[in-house]
């Protein structure tokens, strides 16, 4: 049985390698979400009836989507935020060490800035991810020094 499931993980590798459509990113989401993989996928709507059966973009975008100053900080951070034009926003979800959800804000637009004070007590290190629709946009940590 472990034998079986080790070759359909390793197919999945191997998609998620290989493949630039749908198949591959979808193994790339798997890999992501259950096995600590960072694989990213630059969201791109197709405009034009002959992109939409176009490979997914696999390049990072030119510049930081996402900049978090100051970093490190004693607790008050702000985030500026560059997202495709086409998109309406983006979810920015902070997490503790331990995996506890901090916070979870919608960030409306495509473009933006948005003010975080940590909770009193808090510090270390804590995660951030953006999310814009299906796609792990950008993956960060911050440091909060006491």
């Not at 998620?16 to 193994?27: I, M, R, W």
């Not at 059966?53 to 935020?81: D, H, I």
């Not at 560059?82 to 920015?92: C, F, R, S």
């Amino acid at each position: 049985m472990e034998k079986a499931l080790l070759q359909k993980c390793l197919q999945v590798k191997d998609i998620a390698g290989n493949s630039k459509c749908l198949a591959g990113a979808q193994a790339q989401a798997l890999l992501n979400a259950y096995y600590g993989y960072q694989y990213f996928v630059s969201p791109k709507r197709p405009t034009a009836p002959e992109e939409r059966s176009a490979p997914l973009q696999q390049e990072e975008p030119a510049g930081k989507t996402l900049s978090v100053f100051p970093n490190p900080s004693k607790g008050n951070f702000t985030f500026r935020y560059n997202l495709l034009e086409d998109l309406d926003g983006a979810k920015l979800t902070l997490t503790d060490a331990q995996g506890r959800v901090l916070l979870e804000q919608w960030l409306p637009g495509w473009q933006g800035s948005f003010a975080w004070n940590a909770p009193k007590g808090l510090k270390g290190v804590v995660f951030y991810q953006l999310v814009a629709g299906v796609f792990l946009v950008e993956t960060g940590k911050l440091v909060i020094i006491r």
